[in-house]
Structures are given as C-alpha cells and as structure tokens.
C-alpha cells in the first residue's frame, strides 16, 4: 500500500431530477464552500454539512464516497463526521451529496410483492413473511387481502411498519380488520404498539390477513409517497410438515388488495415475489424468478443514480435488507440469485 500524508477530495453535489451536478452551500468544520470544490485533507476528524435541498427545492437524498480505488461508502446523513486515519483511507475521493432520488421508474409497473424466507423452515419454527411495494408514485392508501393454509402455518403477529410515515413523516391510520367485530387502529401509530393478531380460524383450510392504511392529509400538506419497502409483516410458526403458502387477493375477488393515489384512484400493480424482476416482457414481472431476472441485474453491475441510463426497479436492497442505496452492486445480484428457482403464487 502507498501510504501519504495527505490526500485530495472533490466535493460535489449531484440532482438526479436534473440529471447533473448542482452548485450547494455547504459547510465543512464551521466554514462554508460552495461545490464543486476540491480539498487536501490530511489525518483528522471533519464535519460535513450538506443543506436540506438543493437550489432547485429538490431534496437531499444521501452522499457518497468514491475512492479513487474503486470502492465507495454510503452515508444516508447530510450532517456527518469524517474520520480520515493514516493507513486506510489515505487515498483520493469524490465526496458527493445527491438529491431527489425517487425509486421509481415508468418503465415498470408498480410490485405487490410478498417476500418469504430464503431458507427452509422446519415445523415448530417461526418465520415471517412481509408484503411491500415497489416502483409506486403518489401512494395515499393501501389495503392488503390474503389468505394462508392454515393447518401449515398459524399467525402469531401482524406488525404495521410505518410506511405511509417515512417519507414526509405523516400522519396515517392502520387499520386490522378484525372480522366482523370492530377494526383495531394505530393513530398515532404506537398508540396499540402497532402489533396484531391474525385472523387464523377465518374458514376450514384458511386464515385471513386483511388490513390498510392511509396517509391523513392536512389542507395537502402530506402528498402521496414515492418509495419502497415492506407495507406490513406477519410472523408464523410452522405447525406441519407442508409448503408455506401465502395468497394475495387480487381484482378478481369481492375483497381484494389494492392501491390508492392521492386522487383516490386505483394505482394499477401486480403482484409477485421480491426479486422477480422480469419476464416475457422485459421489465414486468412473470411469476417466477429465472435466470432472465438474475441475467437483468447483473447487467447493470455497477451502475449508480448517475447514469443516464440509472434503472432503480434494479437496486433491490443495500446495507439495510430492502433499503435503496442507488448503487446496483453484488448485494443486489446476491439477492435475486437466492430466489433463484422461486415462483409465485406458491
Ligand atoms: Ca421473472
């Protein structure tokens, strides 16, 4: 390793609405630059501060570093310390802020997608499945209809994760139905702790996952939201020897599961696993998870928001499991590739 004694850093800022570098203000241990600005840091600790947005109003996503090796390192904070040390990180970096990343791409639809355990699960063991959605716009409210084979698997929690609070921190409601008696709430959402029971005597064979949730506006202060992640997650201990199954209702039902836009209107989706990326028709998902998603992913290794041609249907997961990182890197290839095999509705 070529040790120095000092190394030189860039500092920019990066709009991904605008496709190109910005100029921001930002503050490095208490004095103000603007970027691009370029720097000779030697061994020490720096705080960096980024501002909110950027000077188009778009907000502040994440920064990253580029060493000049290769490897990179994500921050998810605007305001972070920087620990230069002798040996390992005396080396040439691009330190960059970027803004307005949305996870959405009008070159697919937008995913239901229920996420089951990777690994075999003996009888007797808990597990948990999560349903989430990916590549939606302007999402207000969902609802969530399913069913599971019963004598396989009991429902032993159904647990609210927050989505419709973690973009603009609104308020929301999340609604359990508890089957004919009264809904159970969470408003605000710690208010019952946020778990429930699920409904495992629904009919002879079945039991029932039936909840929803909504943003609560306040004169449009809180829009739709533009993320993805899990909606809600259900833990189940294996009670037989069986496949674990999970169905989610779709339009063809009385009760089904669907989308809401801050319109009220239905947001078109499809169902599937997590990892089922293509099919058939490129970039709309077919079932089943083959070689065509895997072969989808690592074609874009590598790729960053960056890019002209930046796809975020691709990046799947990042330090976080589920988290979008706005890198496609092995993470991403490693999780498709362990569904490889899998298909849906199992
Ligand atoms: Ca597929």
């Not at 064979?205 to 306040?218: A, F, Q, R």
């Not at 589920?322 to 496609?328: A, E, K, N, Q, T």
Request: net charge negative; proline share 5%.
């Amino acid at each position: 390793m070529v040790v120095m004694a000092s190394c030189n850093v860039q500092v920019a800022a990066h709009d991904n609405a605008l496709g190109s570098d910005v100029q921001v203000d930002f503050t490095l241990n208490e004095t103000n630059y603007l970027t691009p600005h370029n720097l000779t840091l030697g061994i020490g600790n720096y705080r960096f501060t980024f501002p909110d947005e950027d000077q188009y109003g778009y907000p502040f996503a994440h920064c990253y570093i580029w060493y000049s090796s290769g490897s990179y390192k994500y921050i998810k904070a605007r305001d972070f310390i920087l620990s230069i040390t002798f040996f390992n990180q005396s080396d040439d970096f691009k330190l960059k802020a970027y803004y307005h990343v949305e996870p959405y791409s009008d070159k697919h639809p937008t995913l239901i997608y229920v996420d089951f355990p990777v690994t075999p699960i003996k009888r007797g063991e808990n597990f948990s499945v999560s349903v989430g959605i990916r590549n939606v716009k302007d999402l207000f409210a969902w609802e969530l209809y399913a069913y599971y084979p019963k004598e396989i698997m009991r429902g032993l929690l159904i647990s609210d994760t927050a989505f419709l609070n973690r973009i603009n921190g609104a308020p929301y409601i999340f609604l359990v139905d508890n089957y004919g008696v009264n809904g159970y709430c969470t408003y605000p959402f710690i208010l019952f702790g946020g778990n429930f029971t699920p409904y495992n005597d629904y009919n002879l064979t079945h039991g029932l996952i039936h909840v929803g949730s909504t943003i609560i506006n306040s004169v449009g202060e809180y829009p739709g939201i533009t993320t993805t992640g899990p909606i809600v997650k259900i833990k189940f201990e294996k009670q037989s020897d069986g496949e674990i199954k999970f169905f989610v209702a779709q339009d063809n039902s009385r009760f089904y599961t669907f989308l809401l836009d801050s319109s009220l209107n239905e947001i078109p989706s499809v169902v599937s696993l997590v990892s089922d990326l293509t099919g058939s028709q490129i970039g709309f998902p077919d079932g089943k998870v083959d070689i065509k998603d895997v072969a989808m992913v690592s074609k874009n290794f590598g790729m960053t928001e960056e890019n002209p041609n930046w796809d975020p249907w691709l990046d799947l997961t990042g330090a976080e499991y589920l988290s979008h990182d706005c890198i496609i890197d092995i993470k991403d290839v490693a999780l498709v590739s362990k569904n490889f095999g899998k298909i849906f509705p199992k």
